[in-house]
C-alpha cells in the first residue's frame, strides 16, 4: 500500500494540465488514461520532467532531502524522514542512498511504459 502511495504521489504531479483537461473540464483522466494516449517520447518526457521536479539542486540525483512527502506525512519530521528512506529504498538499485534518473527511469517506467513493453514482448 506504501509503495502504491508513493508511486501515486510521484507520477501525478499537482498541477499538471494535460490537453484532455482543457478539452473536456467535465471529464478528468485518470492517471492510466493519460498515460495510454502518450506516445513513447511523450512518456519519456513525463519520466524526466518528474524526476527534475523532485532534483532541486540539480545534480542528476534525488536524494533523502529531496524525496517526495506524501500528504499523510504532515510535519512530523520522524514520518518524513521514514518516507523519504522508504522512496529511496525503492528506486535505488545500486544501493548508493541516492536514486539517478535511470533508476528513477527503470522503476516508472513500470507504470508509464511498462505497459508497452509487456504488449511488445508478448507479440
Do not use: C, W
Request: no cysteine.
Amino acid at each position: 500500500m506504501r509503495a502504491t502511495l508513493i508511486s501515486l504521489a510521484l507520477l501525478s504531479v499537482p498541477g499538471a494540465v494535460v490537453a484532455q483537461d482543457v478539452i473536456d473540464p467535465k471529464h478528468k483522466p485518470n492517471f492510466t488514461e493519460r498515460t495510454d494516449k502518450m506516445t513513447p517520447a511523450q512518456r519519456e518526457a513525463e519520466i524526466k520532467r518528474i524526476f527534475a521536479e523532485f532534483d532541486r539542486n540539480r545534480d542528476g540525483f534525488i536524494t533523502e532531502d529531496e524525496a517526495p512527502r506524501l500528504p499523510h506525512t504532515g510535519n512530523d519530521p520522524e514520518a518524513i524522514k521514514a518516507d523519504a528512506k522508504f522512496f529511496i529504498s525503492l528506486y535505488d538499485d545500486n544501493e548508493d542512498h541516492k536514486v539517478s534518473l535511470d533508476e528513477y527511469r527503470a522503476k516508472a517506467a513500470l507504470a508509464l511504459i511498462g505497459r508497452e513493453k509487456t504488449t511488445q514482448a508478448s507479440k
